[in-house]
């Protein structure tokens, strides 16, 4: 039982470059979630997904696209980055919306 | 709207001392509260919960008594480790804000030998 897995665990891009942050979890849960953490930033929800089929916007979207490819996965995507989006990224799933959320590893992006 | 508000850090205290995280939060409704805590290169993890007023959520030592009258939920140690050196994380949800999840900024605590 693997949990909250996330790939990959760092990243390095260019301004402009475009790339996807996978994400799976194993705990058939319903819901799951995008976050980026920011030094003195706290977490902010950047998009999450109720259930298989259908995402909404969080705190933070502008920038960023996420696919909930089936109720195991949930993708982000960097289609242009901008150094402003060097952070930390986490994954994060719940039974429900509301419920306790497991986390990822998290994803460690710079944008240079 | 819902929000948290946790005390500042660090906290620096030597091992064996009493630890306090405070945190209190603005909700309309009746919430579910939460302590996560996240240790250095890792992700989130749930420390304890309440859900209900004067429940008490407690794990591994810390516990955290869910107080409607001070909307407060801090989170207490009696003696602390080095190894809860980590950063730590009030956090809220409730129905009239669609159950979605309402972090604090965190508080990081360091605990010296």
């Known amino acids: 039982n693997a949990g909250v897995t996330q790939t990959p665990k760092f990243q390095v891009l260019k301004t402009g470059q475009s790339m996807t942050l996978q994400c799976a979890q194993d705990?058939?849960?319903?819901?799951m979630y995008w976050y980026r953490q920011d030094p003195g930033m706290g977490l902010r929800l950047i998009y999450y997904?109720?259930?298989?089929?259908?995402?909404d916007k969080g705190e933070v979207p502008n920038g960023y696209n996420v696919s909930r490819l089936n109720k195991r996965e949930f993708s982000l995507r960097l289609e242009s980055a901008a150094p402003s989006q060097t952070s930390v990224y986490f994954c994060?799933?719940?039974?429900?919306?509301?419920?306790?959320?497991?986390f990822g590893p998290g994803t460690r992006l710079t944008v240079l | 709207g819902n929000s948290v508000t946790q005390m500042e850090g660090p906290v620096t205290l030597s091992e064996e001392a009493f630890l306090t995280i405070n945190c209190t939060y603005t909700?309309?409704?009746?919430?579910?509260l939460f302590w996560y805590v996240q240790y250095p290169g890792e992700g989130l993890q749930l420390l304890l919960k309440?859900?209900?007023?004067?429940d008490k959520g407690s794990n591994k030592g810390f516990e955290a008594t869910y107080r409607k009258e001070t909307t407060s939920f801090h989170l207490e140690k009696g003696s602390v480790q080095v190894s809860d050196s980590a950063v730590y994380f009030c956090?809220?949800?409730?129905?009239?804000?669609?159950?979605?999840?309402?972090f604090g900024a965190g508080t990081r605590l360091f605990v010296k030998a």
């Open positions: 956090a809220l949800s409730d129905l009239t804000g669609g159950f979605k999840t309402i």
């Open positions: 994060a799933s719940s039974e429900r919306r509301g419920d306790e959320q497991f």
């Open positions: 309440a859900t209900k007023a004067d």
């Open positions: 909700a309309t409704g009746y919430p579910s």
């Open positions: 705990m058939n849960h319903n819901s």
């Open positions: 997904s109720a259930s298989e089929g259908t995402t």
